[in-house]
């Protein structure tokens, strides 16, 4: 867990974004996991990729604990720990890891992607692992393919991790003949993966790529005819390196919910040229089905309000789907950091007047949301506990990265994720 270690900036630079919003920038202590976390759903996502974290035991035991269940079985992750003598620069840490690759490989023969992912400890003593992955791809590849990134706590929130995995990859993807293709990017579950494969051969809309993909070695091509639809908000570096390879972003609002979804698929379709009524005629069924689906759960969402604290980089896609789709009323919205390139077309549905809070100063936050008394906060594991030892229900938001919740079929699904938790504090309290 990594906690900020000192408030540098003073807390409240207000900030006009765009017309009616404030921004409220904070700088003070923050209470997020690493980008370590990443791993935990990309190890079960490319199925022939292993991470090997160069950590301490503390980057061990977060792993552990988080996949915990992967424990029993044969795990695609390790951490090849930095002993004290590494630590103290006594030893040579690359021999040791260069060692500790050696032996993971003979043992695992069916490891197609290994990254080599930095930590705290290893960014510490200046473990070069850029030139350690260059190194060990002269002995192993092509039967094996070593990449490299960093899941430090320092400074980065959790789904950042993913946003260096991938980005890790981007420049080993091959070229493509520029032909139009389209790119859906970020880990979504294979199930949803599926639903939207069928929606995009529905409407006539391909090659679709999903990347990361489900197996390493079988990396999307790239080139001036890509078009990139974002999966997932949190991808900043990942996309902007796409671009500088001649993707175009297709901006959308991201596909939570009814209303996220249509407008997702919509900006694949238009630019497919694809007219409207075979729009509507394709997405018809499934939008259907999600409409009924999620009038059970909006009659219990309708009118409570929600306080979302800065965690996952999620929270600003997902208050517009509370408050647009469920009827909810944002006390604050707060978020890690505002990337305008990913977040505009969601800020713009924002109601007017939403409090948008960027970054984070722990103490102050919670001041505020004790204050409001929202009917539910989303928030990190860490405060999660004393909020409902305080009487709040509360939603953890890392809770709302492992599940599906892209898609049609996952809305009615994401909104009871919310209302479960008013649900479960109304029984206590009667
Ligand atoms: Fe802690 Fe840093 Fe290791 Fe993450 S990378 S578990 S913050 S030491």
Redesign the pocket.
Known sequence: ??LEPCTEVPATNIDKTNADLSVLKERGQREV????TGIVWLHRKMQDAFFL?V??R??A???QSAAGVMIFAEPRFGTAILGERDLAGLADANEELDRVVDQLLARRPDIGTLFLV????SEVIKLDLAKAAERLNHRFFPKVRILNYS????ETTFTQGEDACLGSMVPVLPRSHDEPSLMVVGSLADVVEDQFQRLFDKLGIGPVYFFPPRRAANLPPIGKGTRLLLAQPFLGETVRSLMARGATLLPSPYPFGIEGTTAWLKAAADAWNIDQERFEEAIAPASNRAKIALDRYRQALTGRKAFLFPDSQLEIPLARFLSRECGMELVEVGTPYIDRLLMDTEINLLPVGTALSEGQDVEKQLDRCREARPDITVCGLGLANPLEAEGMATKWSIELVFSPIHGYDQAADLAELFARPLERRRRLTV
């Open positions: 867990m990594a996991f690493c980008g370590l974290v950590g301490s503390t980057c035991h977060l792993i930095g930590s705290c400890p899941g430090s706590g320092i």
